[in-house]
């Protein structure tokens, strides 16, 4: 993955002064010496009491290169330099504290970091610090080290958003205002984004003809495509965009280090470009590079920060369709523990790598051809979704620059869709619940980010790091939702 940062860790214990020293540095090694097992981690040898010290520290860690950092309060800490070192430390911060050790050491070698986090909880919340704190925070050196690694994909997505520009290309298409949100809390994430006119990316893709790279990239796409290779005709035109799209990346992410693509693929695509940009798409997303369709701004930054949490290809596929009922009774009831709302197909025309499929197939796209020459619409990597597990999200501005999103967990079935474009049968526990009650009463658009694997607690701590004021999940039976009929 090329188009994610790479994150170096420093971890610096601070002290109250009237507490040994020895138990924060001592405890400080400890962690260092068990997350070492699985990873690296800087240990900054100053250990902060007051807020020279905090000073001292800061340079230490820049100078060491770290970008996020760890803050553990070997006892109950300094609230102040602390909370400090967090507001000037330029990146993700995260906060863990020492647990006592032994009912046979409970005099001097008693931290009470217990105690110190709720302080420490009160200071960050009067400056207006952001940091990620864990589910529980207080632990001895291996809980700390498994805190740590949880903070890891976290920190590696808030550097990468701190980094990233969006590139959009045309106004989303008529009728579909469910892709169509203010940019303003973009720039309030600390996103970046370029918009051009689809005739801007039309005319860079006719200056791209007769590029000399194209040859080795329709070699690329053969390999990639095996026997799949249905429309070999299209594969041409398919790399000279593919080209033309790296290219402006290059020419356009300007400060940036990292870049998302949302990208036009209809009404008027089809004809000019005369193929579909599906393949293209996939592509690029296999190697870090979302490309949404549709001009979704807000599903690329989804599918980005996916990226960055698994470190692996992402999808966006449309909550499409319910399952036949005839499909379900034959092939998941009574086999798996889902129910018949539990499943829906997620569906896109042809964006989802190949890598994510069990298997796949150049094609044109169905959809459009029913009102446009069958020739225009080639470009679809169609096939099934490989089965496994999933984590199904969207990060969301409102009409009214609100930030919102929702967060489940699921898994695509090992079923045969008999379908078309890049699609699964997918299941969540309690989906028709959480659709009606999530999807639908919070105003979502149609798009979901598909990461492959189960993400959602990384996700979750990125959402809440970002300040997004409402996250919507798919609640338990037990845990009825707000706007949930107890009577039905």
Known sequence: MKNIPTVKLGIVAVSRDCFPMTLSEGRRSAIVKEYSKTGEIYECPVCIENEKDMLKALEDVKAAGCNALVIYLGNFGPESSETLLAKLFDGPVMYCAAAEESQNDLLDGRGDAYCGVLNLSYNLKLREIKAYIPEYPVGDAVDCAKMIKDFLPIARTILALKNLKIISFGPRPQDFLACNAPIKRLYDLGVEIEENSELDLFASFNAHAGDERIPEVVKDMEKELGEGNKKPEILEKLAQYELTLLDWIEAHKGSREYVAIAGKCWPAFQTEFKFVPCYVN???????????????????????????????????????????????????????????TDTFMGFHCGNTPSCKL???????????????????????????????????????????????????????????????????????????????????????PHHGAVAFGHHGKAIFEVFKYLGVEKIGYNQPKSLPYKTENPFA
Not at 285 to 296: H, K, L, N, Q, T
Not at 378 to 394: K, Q, S, W, Y
């Open 358 to 444: 069990s298997f796949c197939e150049m094609k044109y796209q169905k959809i459009m051809a029913r009102a446009l020459p069958k020739e225009y619409t080639n470009g679809t990597l169609e096939g099934d979704i490989a089965p496994g597990d999933i984590t199904f999200f969207r990060l969301q501005s409102t009409a009214d620059s609100h930030l919102k999103a929702y967060v489940a967990e699921g898994e695509v079935l090992p079923v045969a869709t008999r379908s078309f474009g890049g699609i699964g049968v997918f299941a969540i526990p309690e989906m028709g619940r959480f659709y009606r009650h999530v999807l639908i009463e919070d105003n979502f």
């Open 282 to 340: 996939s592509r690029l997303a296999s190697r870090g590079i979302p490309v949404s369709c549709e001009v979704d701004i807000y599903g690329v930054l989804s599918e980005y920060i996916g990226a960055c949490i698994s470190e692996d290809a992402v999808t966006l596929l449309d909550i499409n369709n319910s399952v036949p009922r005839d499909m379900y009774e034959n092939e998941i009831g009574g086999k798996t523990p889902y129910s018949f």
